[in-house]
């Protein structure tokens, strides 16, 4: 990543509501320091030993504390204990959309993540019903937060050369979630059983997935006025919650 990019990735870390930032990824340092630089608190995370090294040893560096660890397995709960935080990084493609929906629901979550991920990550973390990309992603993610895309960023600021576009999004924690439901945990079962079968009606998805009776889940499509043979990616983060509300016993 240049210099440019991260610093346009720090200033969007910057919040009023918390200095400190985790960092994921740090690579070659890049981003940690002008994370620095815009007078932020930083921990650096990084699985490699052998970067993870040069890092510590960068003068410009000192005041971030370095850590090696693997991002997926790393208890960002217990290393911030309640603490506002922002979440920052290039997040690879392998782990990227599997992290950001673990932040979504840790104890502790970010009050703004802000992450450089392949243009398709960021298409479905904002993308809106009946479009390809949106999915129980796109509804995690505007349950708990309210997502944007900052921009665009091609190839050719990165080194090596990826032979994708990459895109940055922010994810703004709501003060509450986006829309109230009766039960929360099935509401959450509800969304991701929802997508496991995408070519599947909504009602045959939910039976299949969690196992409830179609005939059941199209008696609450019809009570929440929706059509019984819907698709999932037809619904809006609303009807989901009407939905849901409908099947809790």
């Known amino acids: 990543m240049d210099g440019g990019a991260a610093k346009r990735i720090a200033l969007a870390c910057v919040s009023e509501n918390a200095s400190r930032v985790i960092e994921i990824g740090a690579g070659t340092g890049a981003l940690t320091r002008a994370l620095l630089e815009c007078g932020a608190s930083v921990t650096a995370i990084e699985i490699d030993p052998n970067l993870v090294g040069i890092l510590r040893e960068r003068e410009d560096l000192a005041d971030a504390t370095i850590v090696q660890a693997d991002a997926m397995r790393f208890d960002f709960d217990l290393e911030t204990r309640g603490e506002p935080w922002v979440a920052a990084g290039n997040l690879p493609y392998n782990i990227a959309t599997g992290l950001i929906a673990g932040w979504l629901e840790i104890r502790n979550p ?13 298409d479905r973390l904002t993308a809106k019903p009946s479009t390809p990309q949106f999915g129980s992603l796109s509804l995690l993610a505007q349950y708990w937060t309210k997502p944007t895309r900052a921009f665009t960023l091609g190839p050719g600021v990165f080194y090596p050369k990826p032979g994708v576009d990459s895109a940055v999004v922010i994810l703004e924690r709501l003060r509450e979630p986006a829309v109230t439901v009766r039960d929360r945990a099935l509401f959450l079962q509800v969304v991701r059983a929802a997508f496991a ?15 409830i009776d179609r005939a059941r889940t199209q008696s609450a499509l019809t009570r929440s006025n929706i059509d019984t043979e819907i698709r999932a990616e037809q619904l809006d983060l609303g009807s989901f919650a009407a939905l849901a509300d409908e099947l809790v016993p």
Do not use: E, F
């Open 110 to 122: 970010p009050v703004r993540i802000v992450a450089m991920v392949q243009r398709d990550v960021a």
């Open 197 to 211: 079968y995408r070519r599947k009606t909504l009602a045959n998805s939910l039976s299949l997935a969690l196992g």
